[in-house]
């Protein structure tokens, strides 16, 4: 259903809730603040453009999303996609980028695809995600150690080489603050009070650098004077050529986005025993992502952390998120010039600590221990993410899942040689399925073979070679199809090329027992025409069929063999 949970959530609304919803977006909002802050940086665009984000559209995937209580802004999931960009196209290529991914996100809303995330394999998700930490914390060294570099890399083998040789100008004060931060952040979070730690570790760290003149990189000394004064919405300028070149980038922007947003609202409905409507928070999602780069934003989703604090601290419906972003813009406009004082250090203990949760080390490992296939994903994907990049991460590791897929459908595929199996069992009539072909009598010359599972292109080729292994040629050749829901146009063409084989060898092959869908797809095809009414619903049908034929070309084939001379 298209509709905001904020239509939904202010019917009966009170006092009570929004006391409770004003105080989860206050704590949020001051949470997101120094984050908003850390992942512009991260990404290689201003503190300002971060904050820009958060503000914009956290309002507008509070206002329009399908989540009670989803918290919306910059992540680090999109860091290494929008530092690439940037790197390359420039901030009006990110903006541009960012604005295609919208109207994607829009478009799967629109057409009720919110089920996606049900169709990313977990080992997929787990690789890409892990490769996003190590890049975020390989970003992070030159400022956590305060060395002397003017431009990093994108390139991971290329940063951490540059990195290495610039390691005799490490920043003692630097290493110290960002030590600090880390330390302050864990002992925070064991503490458990509700004031966020992030906002504690900025205002001392900044205040001892202020007052004991440390020689440490601030945020005003990189970006000088930090304007918070919301820009004229403006379209992004790019040839075509620049437009046709963020295609790619701007899908993976869109599945980043669509993948973390609904993960982060199915992990708030089991926080809250609710639930989201997926096609409506790709639609919010897709809308912010229009707006935020219109304004010099950056590409936004739905925020687990932000949203797990919203949850903790009382918000229950799309105010609290509301009233998230109307405290960071409250916060930025009053004491955003303080903003500056921040130093780098700190930011980078705070992002240091965020690329640790997002690495799920104990996840990656235990999927390492998990089947092989699994772990072949897991590892291509993270590999990719690191040492390529994010787009080809995802699109060769939804490859390898679907093919690995693809693989153990078709091993679960079964073609069996019933009557063969009958004839080293036994001849015992004693069974208590009444469906079961042993309570059948089979004719001498006639073959019953049975499939079981999905006949598409995968198990097409077993198929061809089960058949493929009769010795003798049967005079029928029954093909039961009880057990198959799925044929497609790869498993059509093997039947029919089976079928026209052994009636080349004068072997009529009967199909019965065809279910709705494959019937639906032979129906469709020349193998109907074909076979005529060699289709049967039932077993016992087919079976008299194939006697009838035996009568009558055994008793075609007597006059022949033994008639008297005239």
């Not at 009670?68 to 530092?83: C, H, K, L, S």
Request: charged share 15%.
């Amino acid at each position: 259903m298209l509709l905001p949970k904020l239509v939904t959530t202010l019917r009966g609304y009170d006092r009570r809730q929004f006391t409770s919803d004003a105080t989860a977006g206050v704590i949020v909002g001051i949470v997101a603040l120094p984050l908003a802050i850390a992942f512009a940086i991260a990404s290689g665009v201003t503190p300002a453009q971060g904050l820009y984000t958060a503000i914009i559209a956290g309002f507008l995937i509070s206002a329009l999303g399908g989540s009670r209580v989803q918290i919306g802004g910059p992540t680090g999931a999109f860091v290494v996609v929008v530092y690439a960009i940037v790197q390359r196209y420039g901030v009006s290529g990110l903006a541009a980028a960012t604005l295609m991914a919208g109207v994607i996100l829009v478009l799967l809303g629109l057409f009720k695809l919110g089920t996606i995330i049900k169709f990313i394999p977990h080992p997929l998700v787990t690789g890409f995600t892990s490769g996003i930490a190590v890049i975020i914390a390989s970003n992070e060294l030159r400022d956590f150690f305060g060395l002397r570099v003017d431009k990093v890399p994108a390139e991971f083998v290329e940063k951490l080489e540059l990195l290495w040789n610039a390691a005799s100008t490490v920043n003692p004060w630097a290493v110290g603050i960002a030590g600090f931060t880390v330390l302050l952040l864990v002992a925070w979070r064991r503490l458990n009070w509700r004031f966020p730690g992030p906002m504690v570790a900025l205002i001392i760290t900044a205040a001892v650098v202020r007052l004991f003149h440390l020689p440490v990189e601030t945020i005003g000394s990189r970006f000088g004077v930090i304007d918070l004064a919301f820009p004229r919405p403006q379209l992004p300028s790019l040839s075509l050529a620049d437009l046709r070149g963020l295609v790619g980038p701007a899908f993976t922007i869109a599945a980043l986005g669509a993948i973390e947003s609904l993960l982060s609202a199915m992990v708030a409905d089991g926080m809250i025993g609710g639930r989201h409507r997926s096609n409506m928070e790709l639609v919010a999602q897709g809308v912010a992502n229009i707006a935020s780069p219109l304004f010099g934003g950056i590409p936004a989703t739905g925020a687990i952390a932000r949203t797990a604090t919203n949850v903790k601290n009382g918000g229950r419906t799309p105010v609290a998120g509301i009233i998230h972003a109307a405290t960071l813009l409250l916060i930025a406009l009053v004491f955003g010039k303080w903003a500056a004082l921040v130093p780098m250090a700190t930011l980078a203990g705070v992002l240091m600590l965020v690329a640790y949760q997002m690495s799920e080390w104990r996840v990656f490992r235990a999927e390492l221990r998990g089947p092989r296939e699994d772990a072949a994903v897991l590892l291509t994907t993270f590999l990719l993410t690191v040492l390529v990049d994010l787009t080809v991460a995802i699109a060769v590791g939804m490859v390898l899942a679907s093919f690995l897929f693809m693989k153990r459908m078709a091993e679960a595929t079964n073609i069996s040689a019933v009557t063969r199996d009958l004839k080293a069992d036994g001849d015992d009539t004693t069974y208590s399925a009444p469906g079961a072909i042993s309570r059948r009598t089979i004719p001498d010359r006639v073959e019953v073979f049975e499939i079981s599972g999905a006949f598409f292109f995968g198990a097409a080729e077993a198929f061809k070679e089960a058949l493929g292994q009769i010795a003798s040629k049967p005079w029928v050749i029954i093909i039961r199809m009880r057990e198959v829901s799925l044929l497609d146009s790869s498993g059509l063409h093997a039947l029919q090329e089976v079928v026209r084989r052994f009636r080349r060898d004068r072997t009529m092959v009967l199909l019965a027992e065809v279910h709705a869908q494959p019937l639906a797809v032979i129906e469709a095809s020349e193998l109907f025409h074909e076979m005529g009414d060699d289709i049967f619903m039932n077993i016992d049908d087919a079976l008299d069929r194939a006697r009838a034929h035996l009568a009558t070309r055994t008793s075609g084939s007597m006059p022949a063999v033994g008639a008297p001379a005239a």
